[in-house]
């Protein structure tokens, strides 16, 4: 079983859909936990990070449930922008674990 | 702003060959990272460093050896290439260990 594991994609929306990506990870000692973004053979980029409190970024909600070692990102109004892999990181022991990530594809 | 810059872009290496790909920031960063991303296999860590004159293995580090050789600069080496070694590797800054990090544009590398 991987350390980090991911909602299998793709998933194909359709603009202005509301999508929700999961994450679980198995070692209890995480500490710190990310949402990247990576688009088609580019390098990952930052989306948000995410806290015990939940947090959100505009269309972005993230959230985190300590207990049930889980993971959400909520993307409300879809937009075509926002086609890309999601990929769940978590931090342990310095290290940044991630996901395979989950293939979103936004169409008109 | 360069942030996290990776040479080279692309390479193409024969079985047997060796190279190092060099990784340098300019945030001021105490940890770096090396990543290797294959297809269906997500990133998988080679080594990081955590502060200037250290360094750990990660998931995958057989075939790989690192240097830091500054606070700036993280280099990886493949001292005798393998076909199993073509990938796309990426570097990565953080301040401090687990906090958020930033990556470089990659690197493409072929082993034929």
């Known amino acids: 079983r991987k350390e980090v594991e991911q909602d299998p994609g793709p998933f194909n929306v359709p603009e202005g859909a509301t999508v929700a990506f999961n994450c679980t990870y198995s070692n209890s000692a995480s500490q710190s936990f990310f949402w990247y973004r990576q688009d088609c053979r580019k390098e990952p980029k930052l989306l948000m990070s995410?806290?015990?409190s939940g947090n959100e970024d505009g269309r972005f909600t993230a959230q985190l449930n300590r207990a049930s070692q889980y993971i959400s990102l909520l993307i409300r109004d879809s937009k075509l922008s926002d086609s890309a892999t999601y990929l769940c990181?978590?931090?342990?022991?310095?290290?940044?674990?991630f996901g395979q990530g989950t293939e979103l594809s936004v169409k008109p | 702003n360069a942030g996290v810059t990776q040479t080279p872009k692309f390479q193409v290496l024969k079985t047997g060959q060796s190279m190092t790909l060099q990784c340098a920031q300019d945030m001021n960063h105490n940890s770096m990272y090396w990543y290797r991303q294959d297809p269906g296999m997500g990133l998988r860590l080679i080594y990081y460093s955590a502060s200037e004159g250290t360094t750990d293995k990660g998931e995958v580090p057989n075939g790989y050896n690192v240097s830091r050789l500054n606070k700036r600069e993280f280099s990886l080496r493949l001292e005798s290439a393998a076909p199993s070694q073509t990938s796309v590797y990426f570097c990565a800054s953080a301040g401090t260990l687990n906090t958020e990090a930033f990556f470089g544009q990659g690197t493409r590398l072929t082993v034929v």
């Open positions: 990181v978590v931090s342990r022991g310095g290290k940044l674990i």
């Open positions: 995410v806290y015990s």
